[in-house]
């Protein structure tokens, strides 16, 4: 079944990951550092389902003490956060795709960064838009062209069935701050408002989930290029935190509660440290309290020092290859 897509707007990029890939950059095909995971282990013995979720080289643990043990919880520190274990479903399923959408997809040239390299007077952007828009023409412009018009997620979620990933994630915000579901904190700069009029993520997220068995991830930037907030931030050497505040922590804690995404993929961290975007104080509240705590994976883009370093799996950079 072919999947539909208006070529004179939509953009979608569809790129196979190989979780394996990712994950043995910690090491052998090892979720974690031994030590840790044995520890882990060994104060676990009883709990072989939970056990068997961190790596399934464990399976037939014959030893189990008691029925019930109270979860661990963690501290909003690197040492206690890096410590939990990677849940084994996504070592065991090996192929995800991964989908960029968004306003960016209208214009469909250089990348989903085409609004950055324009603004920064990239040759191919300027030349496009020499060529194709009258003078003036801003960005925002694009919105209302991103309709969306053959959008099926149902059609979708069948397609990613037959092409046997186990998982998804879709962007749900780039770089640009548009986001694929009508937030709170984004008004009037959303697929519901602008462009499509519709609940991109939602829909996608409810046809993924009636339909198939497969686990849906989410892609969310931190920052944001131009929002004034960020550069208000910036102008103040960080020193100020109103962005991380009133944008990007809202935004994470909506789509987490609304949505129960079981991969959050953060990206978007490399100009400021992780204790500006306050990263542990809600990586202990994903890993403790939130609604996907048992399963959700994340990544390793927390902040400009955590790149390969903390986090759940590492990405250490886009098409890292850790020499398998």
């Not at 070592?91 to 960016?104: E, L, P, V």
């Not at 994630?169 to 700069?189: A, C, D, I, M, Q």
């Not at 989930?209 to 907030?229: A, I, M, V």
Request: proline residues 5%; aromatic residues 16%.
């Amino acid at each position: 079944m072919a999947l539909k897509m208006s070529f004179n707007g939509i953009l979608v990029v569809l790129l196979l990951l190989v979780a394996c890939a990712e994950i043995d950059s910690k090491g052998s095909f090892q979720t974690y550092n031994y030590e840790a995971r044995e520890l882990y282990r060994l104060n676990n013995l009883d709990k072989l389902n939970e056990i068997n979720s961190v790596d399934f080289h464990w399976k037939g643990d014959p030893l189990r003490k008691r029925d019930y043990i109270q979860p661990k919880r963690y501290d909003p520190t690197w040492e206690s956060l890096d410590a939990r274990p990677l849940p084994a479903w996504y070592d065991q399923n090996k192929i995800g795709i991964f989908i960029h959408w968004g306003i960016y997809s209208v214009p469909g040239v250089a990348s989903e960064w085409f609004w950055r390299q324009w603004q920064n007077g990239n040759n191919e952007t300027t030349r496009f838009m020499e060529s194709n828009f009258k003078p003036n023409t801003t960005y925002q412009e694009f919105a209302p062209q991103f309709t969306a018009e053959f959008y099926d997620p149902d059609q979708w979620a069948q397609l990613f069935k037959k092409s046997g990933a186990r998982y998804i994630v879709l962007t749900s915000k780039h770089h640009e701050g548009y986001t694929l579901w009508p937030s709170r904190y984004s008004f009037s700069w959303n697929a519901q408002d602008v462009g499509p009029h519709r609940n991109v993520l939602g829909d996608l997220a409810k046809a993924i989930r009636n339909q198939t068995d497969l686990k849906f991830g989410l892609y969310h930037s931190l920052y944001e290029w131009f929002n004034p907030l960020w550069v208000h931030d910036t102008q103040n050497n960080l020193t100020t935190d109103e962005f991380v505040r009133f944008k990007t922590l809202p935004e994470l804690y909506e789509l987490v509660n609304t949505y129960e995404p079981e991969i959050v993929w953060s990206d978007g961290e490399w100009e400021a440290p992780d204790d500006y975007w306050q990263s542990k104080e809600f990586l202990a509240w994903l890993y403790n309290e939130s609604p996907v705590r048992e399963t959700v994976v994340t990544n390793d883009r927390w902040g400009h020092e955590t790149l390969c370093t903390h986090g759940g799996y590492y990405t250490c950079a886009d098409r890292y290859n850790p020499g398998l």
